[in-house]
């Protein structure tokens, strides 16, 4: 009964390659958010979509793409993997209405050779 | 734009010590604010939270208040245990200007030593 959980937990790949990263929250949230933490813990923001609209893309490179086949499910397809964006990368969601606690799924480990 | 500033780490205590990490915010409306931690290898979990002036968020310990006047949001704990060894992130949230964007600090790391 996990509330947001992401697979793999854990993303081993060569530079060039392109992956995808899945999210799913049973909280019943209308927004979902992709984030990325460096190697210092700094936490970055790249996407969130409420309602399966984005609303928030910050300056991430475009091999980056959010899909969101329906408001439970917030997926992050990443094309052509450069060394730097091995990081953890973590999915939330939260209520939009107000300023609600964000709920964190537990990350997925991606290290690109 | 909205910010948060949160102490540098790491901080490293000796148990039962008196812990503060503080954090101090720039927003343009009526932020909620937030403490969350980070265990070893998991994911955020939220910690306290505040959402207007004055108010005192308080779990496990752990407690933060709300000062407008002084645009901070400093977390206490009175005796930390190692349990407490972790990364704890400083947030606010400033719907309706960010569209419940949260801007997270830097992290402070916590490591409390037997």
């Known amino acids: 009964d996990t509330a947001v959980s992401q697979t793999p937990k854990y993303l081993v790949t060569q530079m060039g390659n392109d992956k995808s990263i899945k999210c799913e929250q049973n909280?019943?949230?209308?927004?979902m958010y992709w984030y990325k933490q460096d190697s210092k813990k700094f936490l970055k923001i790249m996407f969130s979509?409420?309602?399966?609209?984005?609303?928030i893309n910050e300056t991430v490179p475009n091999r980056f793409s959010p899909k969101s086949p329906d408001k439970a499910h917030l997926n992050l397809h990443i094309n052509s993997l450069e060394l730097g964006d091995s990081a953890v990368y973590f999915c939330?969601?939260?209520?939009?209405?107000?300023?609600?606690?964000?709920?964190f799924g537990p990350g997925t480990r991606l290290l690109v050779l | 734009g909205d910010s948060v500033t949160q102490m540098e780490g790491p901080v490293t205590l000796s148990e039962e010590a008196f812990l503060t990490i503080n954090c101090t915010y720039t927003?343009?409306?009526?932020?909620?604010l937030f403490w969350y931690v980070q265990y070893p290898g998991e994911g955020l979990q939220l910690l306290l939270k505040?959402?207007?002036?004055?108010d005192k968020g308080s779990n496990k310990g752990f407690e933060a208040t709300y000062r407008k006047e002084t645009t901070s949001f400093h977390l206490e704990k009175g005796s930390v245990q190692v349990s407490d060894s972790a990364v704890y992130f400083c947030?606010?949230?400033?719907?309706?200007?960010?569209?419940?964007?949260?801007?997270f600090g830097t992290g402070t790391s916590l490591t409390v030593i037997p």
């Open positions: 927003a343009t409306g009526y932020p909620s």
């Open positions: 909280l019943g949230h209308d927004t």
């Open positions: 939330a969601s939260s209520h939009r209405t107000g300023q609600e606690t964000q709920y």
């Open positions: 505040a959402t207007k002036a004055d």
């Open positions: 947030a606010l949230s400033d719907l309706p200007n960010t569209g419940n964007q949260f801007y």
């Open positions: 979509y409420n309602n399966k609209e984005l609303i």
